[in-house]
């Protein structure tokens, strides 16, 4: 099962929804970072179930145990053992589903690879998997932040029909984290949260999209053909649970420009040598390989696949039956896939960051901080 993700910065979780515990093992971390359970304890805490009624009621502490690669405060460079206990785990809200397979959900497609699945709120294929993820991507946040000055920020950019307007340029995590939704755009915010508490109320669920940008990425970062910056971003954000879809840049907007219209024009920078391209409709990447100007992508998330609504569907045996899931489920994943998708792209960077230092060292030009660094 393709449970490890990247190749000099490598994290490999494990775990079931409603098993014993969660974990990830971290590979690749440079020695000397100042890490702390309470480190990554902030992320968690955003991604944590039962934060509100827009999220499932689940009722996790989510407390990390760091149980390897650290030692007075510091990593060591070994592989670090992230642990996070399941204490609200109801597998028994699952019976019925064992025999059944939830329309638009991973049951069927697990049985057909494996011939046997872990009914157990989809074991491996649950949303709770990312907390794993979560924990890694905090380790990441800090590597990058302190050794290179990136930052990275998500939001709820559109929540069914209803699109935020906000500037992804000025975006801070700050604003993000002032609703519940995770939403800068209060007007916007405030019609989301009141179409998914409807879609609540009324048994089903809602999709939408979340954005990111990565600022402080210096030119430089990504490998040409295969390994492409904006390839890596693709998989790692269409690998999260719910996740259908991809941009970068001006994404799919981009395809009803010309080229005149559509090339992003490069000019001189402040410095001596540099190089900047202020309008960024290529997202901060060029031939797969970062630009300097801030990295933007969006990813697209279908409603929540269990819903309490009566659907048809079959059991093992093929038989026609109908099925109205019980258990705690987010009637719309969008709020609490923002520190996930945050997550991803961290660990993305920190992976390409490793490897261009490996490649190139301090003598390429990427090293450099680009003159379009906009700091959070």
Known sequence: MGSTFGRTFRVTTFGESHGPALGVVIDGCPPGLAIAETDLAVDLARRRPGQSLLASQRKEDDAPRILSGVHE????GTPIAVVIENTDARPQDYDEIADKYR??????TYDAKYGARDPRGGGRASARETAARVAAGAIARK?????????????VDRVATIEAKVAPSSVQQSE???????CPDSDAARKMEAAIEAARKDGDSLGGVVACVARGVPPGWGEPVFDKLEADLAKALLSLPAAKGFESGDGFAGT???GSEHNDPFEPGPEKGSVRAPTNRAGGILGGISTGEPVFVRVGFKPTATIRKPQKTVDREGNPTELAAKGRHDPCVLPRAVPIVEAMVLLVLADHWLRHEAQCGPQARGVARPSGDARL
């Open 143 to 155: 590597l990058l932040r302190e050794r290179v000055g990136v930052e990275v920020v998500a939001w």
């Open 103 to 108: 329309p638009s959900h991973a049951d069927f």
């Open 73 to 76: 405060g510091k990593t060591t």
């Open 256 to 258: 009803l420009l010309k």
């Open 176 to 182: 993000v984290e002032r609703t519940p939704v995770r």
